[in-house]
């Protein structure tokens, strides 16, 4: 399987988002990564609703949602009509998660469960089988542009263990610090889809970061 980049919107251009979007159309991007915070379950406000149906409007591509909220299950039918593709909800502050996963598939998003750098991977053993992703974050979640923790590699390589062990058939997703300077080493130990803000939209040629990040 290919290697799919999900560019982060947290980075781009929020006084021209349209433009930011049509270059990622064109781009070699198959998915835009769509990171809603409350400023309670991370230290940070980001968008909600309004700006993710304003994006919608504006591309086919895979709007894979990461949500670093509390309360998430009143919202999965929301996040739906708002154009969410895929919905991934944290580990951390999940109570029915099996629930919270079933929902998410029967409003019709692939389901994803993400996990912070203290997590470990076995926490979701009894659970990859119904998953479509899994979300490894490679920063304490809440701000682009941070540094990439490198214990996160060997939590790659366990998750894609665990993964094969189990027949699933989820997807393996890094999230954060991800750049042309260690996204070899994250494919290498199992990584599927590359989350990269920082580093795309930060660099001097955004397609072509992607393009290069894929390769
Ligand atoms: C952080 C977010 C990330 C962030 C990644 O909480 O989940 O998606 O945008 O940004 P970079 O790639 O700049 O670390
Ligand atoms: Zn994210």
């Not at 930011?20 to 909600?48: R, T, Y």
């Not at 979701?124 to 089988?129: G, V």
């Not at 990439?148 to 058939?169: D, G, V, W, Y």
Request: glycine residues 6%.
């Amino acid at each position: 399987m290919s290697i799919i980049i999900a560019p982060s919107l947290l980075s781009a251009n929020f006084l021209n988002l349209e433009k930011d979007i049509e270059m990622l159309n064109q781009s070699q991007a198959k998915w835009i990564h769509v990171d809603v915070m409350d400023g309670v379950f991370v230290p940070n406000i980001s968008f909600g609703f309004p700006v993710l149906k304003a994006v919608r409007k504006a591309t086919k591509k895979y709007l894979d949602v990461h949500l670093m909220i509390h309360h998430y299950d009143n919202f999965i039918d929301e996040f739906k009509a708002a154009g969410a593709d895929g919905l991934t909800v944290h580990f951390e502050n999940s109570i029915h998660l099996h629930r919270t996963i079933q929902a998410i598939k029967k409003a019709g998003m692939k389901a994803g469960v993400a996990m912070n750098p203290h997590t470990p991977v076995n926490v979701i053993s009894e659970m990859i089988f119904d998953l479509d992703l899994v979300l490894i974050m490679s920063v304490n979640p809440g701000f682009g542009g941070q540094k990439f923790i490198e214990n996160t590699i060997s939590k790659i390589a366990e998750c894609k263990q665990l993964i094969e062990q189990k027949k699933s058939s989820a997807l393996i997703e890094v999230d954060g610090g991800v750049d042309l300077s260690n996204c070899k080493k994250i494919i290498a130990a199992g990584a599927n889809v590359l989350v990269a803000g920082n580093a795309v939209f930060g660099s001097a040629n955004p397609m072509q970061t992607i393009s290069e990040l894929k390769q």
